[in-house]
């Protein structure tokens, strides 16, 4: 071996960073949502979306009572709500109200869609699968929802004008910095 050396399975960030999500599900009593790392596009067509929950967080079982969640990305300016919803739990405090969630007036919605977010899926859940300790949900996305002025005509993320959240593991978040996009399509 170069320079990698072997090393523990304890402390697994080394995939990070990744783009920390909000997934939002509706509740009996009131709507709940946490922080999600490990999601994942699936499927153009059908259009899927796949997150991983673990079972013990009080989302898991909502997510299931309803068959709905929404993932919704918010930029790096709003990273304490991503912690706030990440570090507590829907069972002791109403998330929305303590980090001031403002939702979307959409009475129809299968989930509450944020106002923070730059863009949103808003999923019916379609499959279950456990894995480990968490559980893939997979979501069919029955709409999208776009802030226009964070995108390019090709429906890429404007970095240069919005900042996404990026989870490092460890209770750190970074963003991306002023590095101009490359297109790049191989030889
Ligand atoms: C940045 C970040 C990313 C997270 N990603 C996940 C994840 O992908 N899946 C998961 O089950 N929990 C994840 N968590 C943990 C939950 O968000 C956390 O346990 C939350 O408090 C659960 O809330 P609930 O009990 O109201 O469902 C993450 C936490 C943080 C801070």
């Avoid at 960073?17 to 599900?25: D, H, I, K």
């Avoid at 918010?74 to 939702?103: C, H, M, W, Y």
């Avoid at 480990?132 to 890429?156: C, K, N, Q, T």
């Amino acid at each position: 071996m170069s320079k990698l050396t072997f090393n523990t399975l304890d402390n697994l960030n080394h995939f990070y960073p990744a783009v920390a999500a909000v997934v939002s599900v509706r509740g009996g009593e009131r709507p709940n949502a946490l922080a999600c790392a490990w999601h994942s596009a699936l499927s153009f067509r059908p259009p899927l979306y796949g997150v991983l929950i673990a079972e013990k967080r009080f989302s898991h079982h909502l997510i299931v009572e309803a068959g709905a969640f929404a993932v919704n990305f918010l930029p790096f300016e709003k990273a304490e709500k991503i912690a706030g919803v990440g570090r507590n739990s829907g069972r002791d405090l109403d998330k929305f109200a303590a980090f001031d969630l403002q939702t979307e007036a959409l009475p129809d919605a299968l989930a509450p869609i944020l106002q923070d977010a730059y863009a949103a899926y808003e999923c019916r859940l379609v499959e279950r699968h456990p894995c480990g300790d968490h559980d893939l949900f997979v979501g069919e996305i029955v709409r999208a929802y776009l802030d226009e002025s964070a995108f390019d005509a090709e429906s890429v993320l404007a970095v240069e004008r919005l900042h996404p959240a990026l989870y490092l593991g460890a209770d750190l978040y970074t963003t991306t910095v002023e590095a101009p996009p490359r297109r790049l399509r191989g030889k």
